[in-house]
């Protein structure tokens, strides 16, 4: 009887011990499995915010020093069309200018009034925004082509070259710093702007070696500009 009876208590130890150890892993795969997973999820989900966020910042700068990098291209391009048709006329610049009032030259030229400006000093101030004056006056070579008379400007025709327009161009920056920039520029000219008709109309290429520096008013200035080659 005793036997029986020690043989049913291992049975039911048996038995408990089995029931415990079910019920065990029910727990651990019902709730802390489950838990582990959540724990799992959510530092994958904080490293992929964290790498989005990343990715995010990267492409913002990227497209920040894009944006900069465009900005710095229109504004040079702005200063330098605004210089371009005083620099490369074939004649000495002065604005808008009268065709009956003028004064003779030799070798049977002209020296026609401007309607822009009264004196010399006045058309290079008007451009001195835009470049330094050792650049307009090209190391003051320029003024003997003009005449002061009557408080008016006259400027020499040479009675040669094509007027070139000024069309577009192109900036590629090759040395950069916040004051100081080494550009090519290529230049689009074309002869005879003016026509409407198309088949008059001849495109030039020039480029040119620009030194574009800020002045005292933190704005960009043409102070050094190379000869260019003119390729048609």
């Not at 001849?202 to 200035?221: A, L, P, Q, R």
Request: aromatic fraction near 10%; proline fraction near 1%.
């Amino acid at each position: 009887m005793e036997k029986k009876n020690t043989g049913l208590i291992v049975l039911v130890v048996i038995l408990s011990l089995l029931v415990v150890g079910l019920g065990g892993y029910i727990v651990y795969d019902k709730v802390l499995s489950k838990e582990d997973n959540n724990i799992n999820n959510d530092v994958k989900d904080n490293n992929n915010i964290q790498n989005n966020t990343d990715n995010n910042e990267n492409n913002n700068t990227s497209n920040d020093n894009t944006n900069d990098d465009l900005d710095l291209s229109k504004k040079l391009k702005s200063v330098f069309g605004s210089i371009y048709d005083f620099m490369i006329s074939p004649n000495p610049y002065c604005g808008k200018r009268s065709s009956d009032d003028k004064i003779s030259a030799e070798g049977g030229l002209y020296y026609y009034a401007s309607t822009e400006f009264s004196s010399y000093q006045e058309m290079i101030d008007k451009f001195k925004k835009y470049a330094s004056e050792e650049v307009l006056t090209r190391g003051g070579t320029t003024k003997q082509y003009y005449l002061e008379k009557d408080g008016k400007l006259y400027c020499k025709d040479h009675g040669k070259g094509k007027v070139l327009g000024y069309r577009d161009a192109f900036i590629n920056i090759s040395e950069e710093t916040d004051n100081r920039v080494v550009a090519d520029v290529i230049a689009v000219l074309a002869t005879d702007m003016w026509e409407n008709n198309p088949d008059t109309i001849s495109y030039y290429i020039e480029d040119y070696k620009v030194v574009f520096e800020k002045n005292s008013n933190n704005e960009f200035i043409i102070t050094s500009m190379e000869n260019g080659k003119i390729y048609n």
